[in-house]
Structures are given as C-alpha cells and as structure tokens.
C-alpha cells in the first residue's frame, strides 16, 4: 500500500483530514486510513468508534456542502492493528469547500499526486459550471456571506414572507443549501453594478455627471430610476386656452427599458449595464445579446425567452415586471402619438435601447407619420447618412418594409437619396 491520488494514510486522528476528505469529493474520490504509517504500515488506533464519531462530526459541521451522503466510515483489522477507513466518492455537488473558509481557494482542495493542494480560482469556476450546468443565476455563488436588507425590505412592502422557505423556493438557495447567484445579485454583496453618465448636447465629448451604482438590483433600479428621473425634464406648451406640461421622455419608458436591463442582461461577463443621458436622447446598454432562438422582430411581437427565469420571478413576485415580454411592447406603446420612437440595437453581445426626447420634434408634413417612417427619421439625424441594408439591420425590419418606408418618406420630400446604384445611401432632407 503506497499513498497516491486516491489512496492517503494518517498516523492518528488531525483535524486537518478534513482538507483530503474535500480534496477527494472535487477530484476522483479516494481512501483515508488513519491507523496507517506514511510507509504503509498498519499501526492501529486505540479507540476506533470515537475516531469514526470524530469525523463524522467535520463531514458534517465543516464541510459544505453536505458530504454526508459520499462517505463511508468504517472500521478495519490490518494485520491484528484496528484502523478507521474513510472511502470517500467523487461529490455530486463540487466544489466542496470548508465550511469556515467559503469558496474560495484556501477553502477549495483538491488532488495532485498524493497531496491535498489549494484549487486555483479557474479550477473552482469550472467545477461549479460542470455541476451547475450554464445557468448562471442556478450556480452556487463564489461568496456565501451574504446580506439582503435591501431585499428584505422590498419584500416586506409587498406583504411578501421572505424567510429560508421562500429563499429556497424562489432559488435563491439551492438544493445543497448554499447561496445560488442569484442571491448573490439580491444581496449587498452584488459584484455587478449599473453606470450612468450624463453629457452636454448630443455627442460624447463633455461630461456633467456620472454615477456608479451597487449593491442589490433591486437598489440599483430604484437609484437609477430616481437618478435618471432628475434629467427628464418638464416641458410646457398651449393647446388652445390650456397650458399642457409632458415629460421629456415617458415615464414607464424608462420604467420598463431599466427593468428590461437589468433582468435580461448576461451576468456571466462582469462589465457593467450602462446608461448615456443626452440632450435628446437615453440610451442604455446592457450586456448579452438575444437569447439564441428568438430575433429582434420576435421581441418587437411581445415574444420573450428570459435568460435569467429565477430573476425574473423574484421581479415578478415583486409586481415590478406584469408579465414575460410586454415590456418592448409596452415601450413602443408610450411613444404612439408622439414624432419620435425608440430605436432598439442588438450585437452578438449586447443589447441597446435609445429612447428619444418627446420634445425633439422631427419634421412632419400635413399627413401623419407611420411608426416606421418615424424609426427611420430618427437614424437618419445628426448627419446620419445610412444604406437601405444598415437602415434594416438597425431596425429589424424587412427588407420590403424598409424599401416601401423609404420610398414614402423620399416622397415627402423628407430624405434625399445620396449615390446611385448599389452605393445609394439617404439622409434627412436639408430643411429638417
């Protein structure tokens, strides 16, 4: 018998065995005599029952998750000496860590050669992926000590319990009793965190204010908002004998285009979800694209797949959201009546809403504007000089539809053609 990856031997009982226990639950399970020389030499144990009582005792206070299941404790006679075997399997659950040291690397062993050696950060990431699957909101968070004032709070506005029972049922804890990510963006600790930058005119050249927000999502959206509200300006105007105030931008516009970022964005990736104020315009960039299967056109219909489900009932629960993919519709459905409309950008990556100022006035003439004649009018600015195919990527519609819109607004006299042939592009007219 020679000590290797999956065998170890310990002269007596240290509390140290728990870091080898660990160390075979992540790799490829192993044996743990205690009894037993460095050479392989049974030497016995006296009292064998308090030893197994003993670790049992670290397997399950220590260790985390539960190991309890993926170990066999029993006792042996090895050449006339009693010594204490511990055959632990490969866990279900991995990483397995320390209970007093969390997921972190000095927490986190595993196997090399006949030693128990710290994981690496890379290691512990790829075994929570492997048994967690992709779901990042499902995975177990790499910090477990974690707080939830903000979210207590909110829940306790909407008459809503907000006990162990209903963190595990809303995932936030998961089947192993640790912390998922989705507690962790719910909690003080949130890592993710949300930027706002407000500018002079309408380019990025000079900035006025920025802003970091963090902790819980559910305070970043509430600080956003607020921050956000202080820049959508009033503004006054007559209809006859009456004076009629509006808003720069439509509340509930804002509303849903935060919710939508904030609750459909990636947070695999750690870079931040960011706002841009303009004079004319809010735009809001949030990170990961469409989720594979559905097209911009579908989120225009109200079709919605969620990529982070458990998120979205929390927000669901919490009436902030009234139900899976109204909230592009909805988006769209403040702006009717008004000369602009929100245009919607999407990369392989990341996801841009831009909601125009109501008080911008594009040019009309005595028949209405279509929505899509207004889509169109409001690329088509600031010198903006764009090709029937970019036109209809940036928008998502078809290529007739897009044909037919440019065809009525060259018609109106309010964009000229620029180029001829496969070069033809288009630009507002000089009047506008």
């Given at each position: 018998m020679i000590e290797d990856k999956n065998t170890e031997f310990k002269r007596e009982y240290v509390d140290e065995i728990k870091k080898t226990l660990i160390a075979f639950a992540n790799t490829e399970g192993g044996i743990l005599y205690i009894g037993i020389a460095d050479n392989g030499k049974p030497l016995g144990i006296e009292d064998a029952d308090d030893v197994i009582l003993r670790i049992g005792n670290v397997i399950r206070d220590a260790i985390?998750?539960?190991?309890?299941?993926?170990?066999?404790?029993?006792?042996e006679n090895m050449q006339g000496k009693t010594v204490v075997k511990v055959a632990v399997n490969r866990g279900m659950a991995r990483p397995y860590y320390l209970a007093s040291k969390g997921i972190r690397p000095e927490g986190v062993y595993v196997r090399l050669g006949a030693a128990s050696v710290p994981a690496s950060e890379s290691m512990i990431l790829s075994m929570i992926r492997e048994t967690a699957g992709d779901s990042y909101e499902e995975a177990r968070?790499?910090?477990?000590?974690?707080?939830?004032?903000?979210?207590?709070?909110?829940?306790?506005?909407?008459?809503?319990?907000?006990?162990?029972?209903?963190?595990?049922?809303?995932?936030?804890?998961?089947?192993?009793?640790?912390?998922?990510?989705?507690?962790?963006?719910?909690?003080?600790?949130?890592?993710?965190?949300?930027?706002?930058?407000?500018?002079?005119?309408?380019?990025?050249?000079?900035?006025?204010?920025r802003r970091e927000f963090g902790g819980s999502l559910l305070k970043q959206l509430n600080d956003a908002y607020r921050f956000i509200d202080q820049f959508n300006h009033t503004h006054a105007h007559t209809e006859g004998l009456y004076r009629v105030d509006s808003r720069a931008y439509p509340t509930e516009a804002i509303r849903?285009?935060?919710?939508?970022?904030?609750?459909?964005?990636?947070?695999?990736?750690?870079?931040?979800?960011?706002?841009?104020?303009?004079?004319?315009?809010?735009?809001?960039?949030?990170?990961?694209?469409?989720?594979?299967?559905?097209s911009q056109s579908d989120i225009m219909l109200g079709v919605s797949i969620t990529r982070n489900r458990k998120l979205a009932e929390v927000f669901?629960?919490?009436?902030?959201?009234?139900?899976?993919?109204?909230?592009?519709?909805?988006?769209?459905?403040?702006?009717?009546?008004?000369?602009?409309?929100?245009v919607i950008e999407i990369s392989d990556n990341a996801f841009k809403i831009t909601l125009p100022n109501t008080n911008q006035k594009l040019p009309r003439e005595d028949t209405p504007l279509t929505e899509n004649e207004y889509s169109v009018l409001s690329l088509l600015k600031e010198d903006c000089i764009l090709s029937r195919r970019e036109?209809?990527?940036?928008?998502?519609?078809?290529?007739?539809?897009?044909?037919?819109?440019?065809?009525?607004?060259?018609?109106?006299?309010?964009?000229?053609?620029?180029?001829?042939?496969?070069r033809t592009k288009y630009r507002r007219a000089s009047k506008a």
């Amino acid at each position: 018998m020679i000590e290797d990856k999956n065998t170890e031997f310990k002269r007596e009982y240290v509390d140290e065995i728990k870091k080898t226990l660990i160390a075979f639950a992540n790799t490829e399970g192993g044996i743990l005599y205690i009894g037993i020389a460095d050479n392989g030499k049974p030497l016995g144990i006296e009292d064998a029952d308090d030893v197994i009582l003993r670790i049992g005792n670290v397997i399950r206070d220590a260790i985390r998750p539960d190991l309890t299941m993926f170990c066999d404790i029993v006792a042996e006679n090895m050449q006339g000496k009693t010594v204490v075997k511990v055959a632990v399997n490969r866990g279900m659950a991995r990483p397995y860590y320390l209970a007093s040291k969390g997921i972190r690397p000095e927490g986190v062993y595993v196997r090399l050669g006949a030693a128990s050696v710290p994981a690496s950060e890379s290691m512990i990431l790829s075994m929570i992926r492997e048994t967690a699957g992709d779901s990042y909101e499902e995975a177990r968070s790499l910090v477990q000590d974690l707080t939830f004032h903000e979210a207590e709070t909110v829940f306790v506005d909407k008459c809503i319990s907000f006990g162990e029972t209903q963190k595990r049922s809303l995932g936030l804890i998961g089947e192993d009793g640790t912390y998922t990510n989705l507690a962790l963006l719910l909690s003080e600790q949130c890592t993710h965190t949300l930027k706002i930058a407000v500018f002079e005119g309408e380019q990025k050249t000079v900035f006025k204010d920025r802003r970091e927000f963090g902790g819980s999502l559910l305070k970043q959206l509430n600080d956003a908002y607020r921050f956000i509200d202080q820049f959508n300006h009033t503004h006054a105007h007559t209809e006859g004998l009456y004076r009629v105030d509006s808003r720069a931008y439509p509340t509930e516009a804002i509303r849903e285009a935060l919710l939508n970022a904030i609750v459909h964005r990636e947070y695999g990736f750690s870079a931040s979800t960011l706002i841009s104020i303009f004079e004319n315009r809010i735009e809001i960039v949030s990170i990961g694209g469409l989720v594979r299967g559905i097209s911009q056109s579908d989120i225009m219909l109200g079709v919605s797949i969620t990529r982070n489900r458990k998120l979205a009932e929390v927000f669901y629960r919490l009436h902030l959201i009234e139900a899976y993919g109204t909230g592009i519709p909805k988006i769209m459905e403040t702006y009717r009546g008004y000369e602009v409309t929100p245009v919607i950008e999407i990369s392989d990556n990341a996801f841009k809403i831009t909601l125009p100022n109501t008080n911008q006035k594009l040019p009309r003439e005595d028949t209405p504007l279509t929505e899509n004649e207004y889509s169109v009018l409001s690329l088509l600015k600031e010198d903006c000089i764009l090709s029937r195919r970019e036109i209809q990527k940036m928008l998502g519609l078809s290529q007739t539809t897009v044909i037919v819109t440019l065809a009525s607004l060259l018609e109106k006299k309010l964009i000229v053609k620029v180029g001829n042939g496969n070069r033809t592009k288009y630009r507002r007219a000089s009047k506008a």
